[in-house]
């Protein structure tokens, strides 16, 4: 008996054409800069994830993005993690799970790799301790 391959024949499981495109996360320190930080923060810390050929333009990258943002880059990050693209949606609930909705889907990561842009993860900000007066 010959078998039939017909319409109904499963489909490979194909992964995005983007998945194996190495992107770096940079872990970068931010200040006020044109763009002030919300009241009564003076600084912050953001991982920005973009895709370059290697860590040293990551970071230029990274830097260039927060910066056309309007804020400032006081250091040059001295770490940039390296991983797949595919990887974006464990890192996201590795890293931010209750902040997941706020941040792009996987497919949406895909979507700002193709066309170069940077993502950045949550920012956390911090403050001032307040000194009390006397």
Not at 17 to 46: N, Q, S, T, Y
Not at 49 to 64: E, G, K, T, V
Not at 80 to 103: G, I, R, T, Y
Request: hydrophobic share 45%.
């Amino acid at each position: 008996m010959k078998s039939r391959m017909g319409l109904f024949r499963r489909k490979k499981n194909t992964s995005h054409p983007l998945a194996d495109l190495d992107v770096w996360v940079v872990p970068l320190h931010v200040k006020a800069g044109a763009e002030p930080l919300p009241d009564r923060f003076i600084g912050a810390f953001v991982s920005v994830i973009c895709r370059a050929d290697d860590p040293n333009l990551a970071a230029w990258s990274a830097i260039q993005a927060i910066e056309a943002m309007g804020y400032s880059v006081p250091e040059i990050p001295n770490k940039v993690d390296h991983m797949k693209a595919s990887d974006f949606a464990n890192l996201v609930a590795d890293q931010w799970p209750d902040l997941a909705h706020e941040l792009p889907s996987q497919a949406e990561f895909y979507a700002q790799m193709a066309e170069h842009k940077a993502v950045l993860g949550p920012f956390a900000a911090y403050e001032t301790s307040q000194q009390s007066e006397s």
